[in-house]
Every structure is written in structure tokens, then in C-alpha cells.
């Protein structure tokens, strides 16, 4: 990530880059790949906030489209939903009755 931000290029160049049809500034991202980024990567979510408003007029009109087709589509890794769900679980609690919290006199036996 040279320059800091997730969308560029080890070479520094910006993979959000380009416009349909432009000889001078092609498309350097399938929209596909930038459309799985959004929906998978929280980084280039936010990276990609930072940077489209510094872009060219044309690109960000492309990008924009793009971001509405990625958002509310986040797709959430399933290890982490199936760590979510196993802490609920952890956190519940023993349900116990009686004042000895469900020991017998004397002890268990």
C-alpha cells in the first residue's frame, strides 16, 4: 500500500483509476473486483470514502454507482459471525433455583 491508501498500487498508482471508453485514462480495476473489495474489505471501505472525492469528475460518477451496488450487500466473514454467536452463548449465564443456587443440604453428593 504505497501512499497509505488500500486502493493503491505497490507502483503508487490508483486502482479506482479510469473511465470507460478513455484511451488516456483506462480502467485499471475490473468493476467486479472494487464492487468485492467494498462488500468484503472494511479497509477498502473506508479507503475508498477517502480518496473518490479527490478524483475526476467522470470517475467518481462511475465509483459512485459502483458503491451504491456494494452497500448493504457487506458480506460478513463467517468465522467471525460464528465467534459472535459462540460468545452470546458463553455470556448467558447458569440458570440455577433455591437459595443454595440448586445444592442440596450437606453438599452434592
Known sequence: MTGGEWWNSDTGDNMLAGVYGDA???IRLPDDYIVAFLQRIP??????????????????ERLLVL??????TEVVDPLILGDIFQSTWNKQGVKTCGPRGGTRIGGSR
Open 67 to 72: 458503491s451504491q451496488s456494494a452497500y448493504g
Open 43 to 60: 479497509a477498502a471501505r473506508e479507503s475508498f470514502n477517502r480518496m473518490v472525492g479527490n478524483m475526476l469528475p467522470e470517475e467518481q
Open 24 to 26: 488516456g485514462n483506462p
